[in-house]
């Protein structure tokens, strides 16, 4: 189902994530796990532990607790946006210096053609 393809997506995304980390720290550049890993390493197993729940009864998880870890991951997504429109103008800025390269392109040829 969509969920499961969903939730091996974001397992997959994390492991990645967390062996990249790993990785970066043992270089000593960094730190292990942010914040943000974190909350996504709860969700993700909430998530795993939803699913085997539901297979074999095993453990009770509340629904209401994972949904609302799902909307907290939301926030990040948000405060993506809110770097998006952040950076608007330098990203109109440097569109419009790469549409100015061809005319000023011409005007160099045009330049150099008249000394």
């Known amino acids: 189902t969509l969920e499961w393809i969903f939730g091996l997506i974001f397992t997959v995304d994390f492991v990645l994530r967390f062996w990249a980390y790993r990785?970066?720290?043992?270089?000593?550049?960094?730190?292990?796990?942010?914040?943000?890993?974190?909350?996504?390493?709860?969700?993700?197993?909430?998530?795993?532990?939803?699913?085997?729940?539901?297979?074999?009864?095993?453990?009770?998880?509340?629904?209401?607790?994972?949904?609302f870890l799902r909307v907290i991951r939301l926030v990040r997504l948000v405060r993506l946006v809110r770097w998006i429109t952040f950076f608007d103008p330098l990203h109109l800025l440097v569109k419009s210096i790469q549409a100015s390269f061809a005319i000023l392109f011409w005007s160099l040829i045009l330049l150099f053609l008249n000394m």
């Open 23 to 67: 990785a970066y720290r043992c270089r000593g550049l960094g730190v292990a796990m942010t914040s943000w890993m974190s909350l996504d390493a709860i969700i993700v197993a909430m998530w795993w532990m939803n699913q085997v729940s539901s297979v074999s009864w095993i453990v009770v998880l509340n629904p209401l607790a994972l949904r």
